[in-house]
């Protein structure tokens, strides 16, 4: 299991610049379609909150890849 | 914790902690529930300052803002205290939503009006962002360890029963300001619609009251007197590596699927019911009264459950069953509200309006646009809108362009009811994902950080990925015009990944002692 849990941090890794290229790629078809404020806007939000989300997944993936989740803590003093 | 509070006291913890966050969730519902209203009144299309504002509204407050409370506020909770942290984020959405429904109409102050609500629910979602972890770790640092995940529950059932408050609320205050239903909807819509955040200063006043008279949690009581309280919250959160791979186990594996689980059964449906399906503004509001008045029993059910074996599998079976049957659930919500297969009354047939306006296409043609009321004999009554093309062309005239369109359905009573069991479905899919997820957030993290630490990865998941739901299955709906179902895909694929994560990363393991 530990070791299931290690190579699939690579898939994480890869997943959050992947969920981010298409997010953009998305957003710029869609505003050329309506170039209007309001769809600017929104995908701008989107976009805006999803970098920072997708990083953390990077972040999840490393540590998975690195076997930080093979045992997780119990106490706090694991912590 | 060392010594299980009394039986008498826990309840007192339970009843003080669920009456504010149900009257937060109220609050913070009412805005949502209200935006047709609201949105005439403040935000004027035909100004795009306006409708700039409306769009920030909409989405600073319920998803940016709330991850920021979550961090503000849950360092003061850790700082100073779970008590006065959510005494402070109840005054705080109280006072905002009070005030919301005093701000005058973009016409009597202009741009001040738009601007004033943008800050106050921006207020709001501030609060709301702080509220949620404060109650949580206050019950669950009062409850003795086998009974964690059943006391917590009672909190999760609030965010529920504050939409089903507001939601009733909502339609009392539209049907009893006149005794001829026409004139009422009226009244609310020029005024009425702010009786809604007035009763708010009410239901506050009283739970503050409540909230005063209790004792800070004796777990942070402890660590006070033993001088061990956390310096810098955030720093150990975030800044921490073992923490913080907790925080993004929490929120990969398990709050991101709730979220969108949550907002799909609840929020998503209703939008999906009121503007897809087209059914009357008031059945769709009912339809999710009975569902939620159904399901919200099953949240402490789930919770107790999960005392005995886990948190985990129940959260995850509730994400696999959202992802297998959301599909036919929603078909079916299609299937029931189709004219097609109902036997029209043809004597009962109404003309209510028949009307031309210019195409917006083509100029020099014009639309004729005919509304009737079409009665069917298993006793449903839909507004039939029927549109014909009346090309300038003369050539084109025997082109036949018509379309109809079905809108305020009032659906027989045998559809009513299989809509309600679907919801009640959805609603209990809710249940299992959302009733355990407190005892599991708090079990997560120590005592000395536990109100930064969960809260973040609550609010980024149930803020961010769930809030966003009914934007982005809308959203999707319009890009993939030809599918009408095609919003689900959103939550199908958020709710599958944290599925899959969840179900090899977290332990179904119960904390024994949440006392450290």
């Known amino acids: ?79 | 914790m060392t010594k299980a509070s009394s039986s008498k006291t826990i309840w007192q913890v339970i009843a003080a902690s669920s009456v504010g966050t149900l009257i937060e969730w109220y609050d913070f519902y009412i805005f949502g529930s209200l935006a047709t209203v609201i949105a005439s009144q403040f935000f004027p299309k035909t100004n795009p300052t306006a409708a700039l504002l409306s769009t920030l509204a909409t989405f600073a407050a319920g998803f940016i803002v709330r991850p920021f409370g979550a961090l503000v506020f849950g360092r003061l909770g850790d700082l100073i205290g779970r008590k006065y942290t959510f005494l402070l984020t109840l005054i705080l959405m109280g006072g905002s939503t009070f005030a919301i429904g005093l701000v005058p109409g973009y016409a009597t102050i202009g741009f001040a009006a738009p601007l004033l609500v943008l800050l106050l629910r921006l207020l709001q979602g501030l609060a709301l962002g702080g509220e949620y972890g404060g109650a949580a770790t206050y019950v669950a640092e009062h409850a003795p360890a086998n009974k964690r995940g059943y006391y917590t529950s009672w909190i999760q059932t609030t965010a529920t029963l504050g939409l089903f408050l507001s939601l009733g609320v909502i339609l009392i205050t539209r049907h009893y300001l006149a005794a001829d239903l026409n004139t009422s909807i009226q009244r609310f819509n020029d005024w009425g619609w702010r009786i809604p955040f007035w009763v708010s200063i009410l239901l506050v006043g009283v739970s503050i009251y409540i909230r005063l008279r209790m004792n800070e949690s004796p777990l942070f009581a402890k660590l006070k007197t033993e001088g061990r309280v956390s310096t810098n919250p955030l720093k150990e959160s975030f800044g921490n590596k073992t923490n913080l791979k907790m925080v993004l186990l929490a929120l990969f594996g398990a709050t991101m699927g709730q979220g969108v689980v949550w907002y799909t059964g609840q929020f998503y449906a209703q939008s999906f019911l009121e503007n897809v399906c087209n059914i009357d503004f008031d059945q769709s509001r009912t339809i999710l009264i009975w569902g939620i008045l159904l399901a919200t029993p099953f949240f402490v059910v789930f919770g107790g459950w999960s005392d005995k074996i886990g948190r985990k599998w129940i959260m995850l079976v509730g994400m696999l069953l959202a992802i297998c049957t959301y599909q036919p659930i929603f078909k079916q919500f299609v299937a029931l509200t189709e004219p097609t297969g109902r036997t029209e009354l043809a004597s009962h047939r109404k003309l209510l309006e028949e009307k031309t306006i210019v195409s917006e296409k083509n100029p020099a043609d014009s639309i004729r646009l005919v509304t009737s009321e079409v009665h069917y004999s298993d006793g449903a009554v839909f507004k039939e809108i029927k549109a014909d093309t009346l090309f300038a062309n003369t050539a084109l005239a025997g082109a036949a362009h018509s379309s109809i369109k079905y809108k305020d359905k009032k659906l027989d009573t045998g559809s009513y009811r299989k809509l309600v069991a679907l919801i009640f479905v959805l609603i209990l899919y809710v249940t299992m994902v959302y009733g355990p997820i407190a005892a599991f957030l708090v079990e997560l993290f120590p005592t000395r950080i536990r109100y930064t630490s969960m809260s973040l990865p609550y609010h980024i998941g149930n803020g961010v990925f769930g809030g966003l739901t009914p934007f982005i299955a809308t959203l999707l709906t319009t890009i993939y015009v030809t599918d009408k179902l095609s919003g689900l895909w959103y939550t199908i694929i958020v709710a599958a990944v944290c599925l899959f994560i969840g179900a090899i990363y977290i332990s179904n393991r119960i904390d024994p002692d949440v006392n450290d």
Not at chain 1, 36 to 48: G, P
Not at chain 1, 53 to 59: K, M, N, S, T
Request: aromatic share 14%.
């Open chain 1, 1 to 79: 299991m530990n070791q299931l849990k290690r190579w699939l941090g690579i898939v994480w890794i890869i997943l959050g610049p992947v969920t981010i290229y298409y997010l953009i790629k998305t957003a710029a078809e869609e505003i050329a379609k309506k170039p209007v404020l309001d769809t600017k806007i929104q995908w701008a939000v989107f976009i805006i909150i999803f970098i920072p989300i997708a990083i953390g997944l990077v972040i999840f993936g490393y540590y998975a890849l690195k076997g930080e989740y093979d045992h997780l803590p119990e106490n706090s003093k694991e912590i």
